[in-house]
């Protein structure tokens, strides 16, 4: 958290001036910040089995990075969980400790690269949908698929990449248009107009496609091909409602609840969120 205050300190500081922040902004949007773990998220990942996996970066190093995993269970039926921006496994905790008394079951999580105990200078949608992939094609191939914020696009994106379908797929609060939550980002820290046009002629150039195009009303293909559940408060304001109507009025067979004023990042520990999802996993098995 330390680097993200002074990045953001930094960007406010030159709003007052005009200079080139076109680095500052770079780091400020693919930095993910790190928070510790509690005690119960420490008791957790230390009973789980732990392994690791690797996930090719196409876009920052051109290398492979290695994502830390963590399962609990070793049953047949597969549940992973892919967790949202500046998060990890762990914060998953509330959720893994019901699911595990699911019988026959085993609960698969990860830390994307650059979250969590996973080791990168920066992070970005893609490498959080290539460690969905990499899960999935060399340890095992999810019955449930459950994803928190950035974790549910990416969740959506890695499938369709895949060709899978899983028994369900689960979004929890999900992102849906990646540029204007980069928009927001920019806003908060009191970054120009200018530099954010200019933040993302260079995006287009680095990824080389738009930020516009990670959308998922245009890249959700798998309306009535896979069952969807969908939990959302309509007050979020990180994954804005106007989006999410878009996106469910195009894609009918989703079947979305909405659960108010639980707010973006408590509704990762709702009790009625986590009871609902227990109770559609154990009626598919």
């Not at 005009?18 to 500052?24: I, P, S, W």
């Not at 994307?112 to 970005?124: D, K, M, R, T, V």
Request: overall charge negative.
């Amino acid at each position: 958290m330390k680097r993200l205050k002074a990045l953001v300190n930094q960007l406010k500081n030159a709003a007052h001036f005009e200079g080139n922040t076109e680095n500052l902004i770079r780091e400020f949007i693919f930095y993910s910040p790190k928070m510790p773990l509690r005690l119960v998220q420490e008791q957790l990942l230390a009973a789980s089995k732990q392994f690791q996996l690797s996930v090719p970066d196409t876009y920052f190093t051109g290398g492979e990075l290695k994502i830390n995993c963590f399962s609990w269970g070793s049953g047949k039926t597969k549940v992973l969980l892919t967790h949202g921006w500046a998060s990890k496994a762990a914060d998953f905790d509330e959720f893994i400790s019901e699911l595990i008394k699911i019988e026959d079951t085993e609960i698969i999580a990860f830390d994307a690269p650059g979250n969590g105990s996973s080791i990168s200078e920066f992070s970005n949608l893609m490498l959080y949908a290539e460690s969905v992939k990499s899960i999935s094609q060399n340890y095992a191939k999810p019955d449930f698929i459950i994803g928190h914020s950035l974790g549910g696009m990416a969740n959506a994106i890695a499938i369709q990449e895949l060709g899978i379908l899983p028994k369900y797929l689960i979004s929890i609060a999900p992102l849906i248009r990646l540029k204007e939550n980069f928009e927001q980002s920019m806003d908060a820290v009191e970054v120009s107009k200018a530099a954010q046009d200019n933040f993302f002629r260079n995006f287009a150039h680095e990824f080389p496609v738009n930020a516009e195009y990670f959308n998922l009303v245009d890249l959700y293909t798998l309306n009535g091909k896979v069952k969807h559940f969908l939990a959302y408060d309509p007050e979020d304001h990180i994954a804005p409602l106007a989006y999410l109507e878009e996106f469910l009025i195009k894609n009918d067979s989703i079947n979305a609840n909405s659960y108010n004023g639980i707010g973006h990042y408590k509704i990762l520990k709702s009790p009625e969120v986590i009871q609902d999802i227990i109770k559609l996993i154990r009626a598919e098995i």
